[in-house]
């Protein structure tokens, strides 16, 4: 568990540390269109990931005047470079995983303060107030010209088991869809929220949810955990409490029996709708979602159910945060976790032989992993394999692994790529386990791809074993130099 750094704990004091870091966040006053303009933009300064090329590693972006809605800004980017995000959360960016794994066997709860001190209730605006509009209250931008209607993308959605009292953290993909109603997607699973909102409906009740934009990037990065490393019941917010060593602080609604997080940016207060659904496109039937993570733009569902909104809060001046579907954001909120969830596993059932791990950029940090494996001793050959095995088993959506030896860098794409090309023979070094669950938004895993395959979301899991055999590794020595400290000779490149 991290000790206290006295980091700041709420967006925008994090914001104000980014600007102390040259190259990680910069603002324009240019104003902007939230339709398809701000994320085509941002496309070019810093989107990455799965992006359609061109895109960059970049700084995060705040756009101070943007179309339509005077008074409030728009950041994005904030998690799109793992720097920043080893920045924010004051560690090591190739230690994230540790930290993050740390701070889940160590969790702190979060606590809730009165509302007097809770400043995401500085300004409240009611359903019941004449002209309510959340399109007009919520500067929620459109991603593409395709999209199904404006999006909150990086929603912090707490809601509470109807049933037992357990509360619970996720992230949706929430379309504005009427001046009170949103359309909630939930990927099928098992997920808590889903959990909770299946219970409520099979009684016929509303599920009271709060949704808070514009948080403490530990807990955006917390709220991605999944089963089976965080179980039902197991509240994510204490993960974001032991990453800044102090409890995350929420607040009572204002209009419903629910929670929200005290320094948010934006809240938003409503209620799922038991056995009401709505098309996702019905404003613009482009029979498209929005960008999603793997770089393809996500099918529009044609029912999803529904949020009734109740109320919006927010602090004076509010910022808006959003995230491009496909890009490094993505990565960093989903794949820290999930590197964090395979350490844990492996760590137990061989401690000391897993290096590190690294979700892949191109996976969208849910579809590949390269673990660095030590092998030290001859009985070690093949608990590679049992690794990346327990990989799979850590992380449900991983398709692909690829193991690599601790003289390889997993954080490096071509070091690694150097590794499958030396160290690897497609047929004695390829295991190939065909028809697991998998993910739903692979365009490859559908039936029409793989008529072999028995429904969507089903695909054939690799392994790609990069590791050399422990009996030869004396013959594949990489070129040693000289230990030198650059710093000496080139002092603007290597000193701090």
Known sequence: MSEDKGMPTDMRSMLELLKSHPGQLIETDVPVDPHAELSGVYRHVGAWGTVQRPTRIGPAMIFNKV???????????????????????GTDPKRLGFLLKDSVANPIEPVTIPQDEAVCQEVVHLATDPGFDIRKLLPAPTNTTEDAGPYVTMGMCYA??????????????????????????????????????????????????????GVDPAIEIAACFEPPTTPLGFNELSIAGAIRNKPVELVQCVTIAEKAIANAEYVIEGELLPNVRVREDQNTNTGKAMPEFPGYTGGANPELPVIKVKAITHRVNPIMQTVIGP????????????EASILAMVERAMPGRLVNVYSHSAGGGKYMAVMQFKKSIPSDEGRQRQAALLAFSAFSELKHVILVDEDVDPFDSNDVLWSMNTRYQGDIDTIMIPGVRCHPLDPSQTVEYNPALRDKGISCKVIFDCTVPFNLKDKFKRCSFMEVDPAKWAPSLFQK
């Open 67 to 89: 179309n339509g809605h005077e008074g409030a800004r728009v950041v994005t980017g904030l998690l799109a470079s793992r720097e920043r995000v080893g920045i924010m959360l």
């Open 160 to 213: 509470t088991d109807p049933e037992n009292g357990d509360s619970d953290v996720t992230i949706h993909r929430l379309c504005l869809q009427s001046a009170d109603e949103i359309s909630m997607y939930f990927v099928p699973g098992a997920r808590h929220l889903t959990v909770f909102r299946e219970k409520a409906e099979a009684a016929g009740k509303p599920l009271p949810i709060s949704v808070s934009i």
């Open 327 to 338: 890009s490094e954001e993505h990565v960093s909120m989903a794949g820290i976790p999930t």
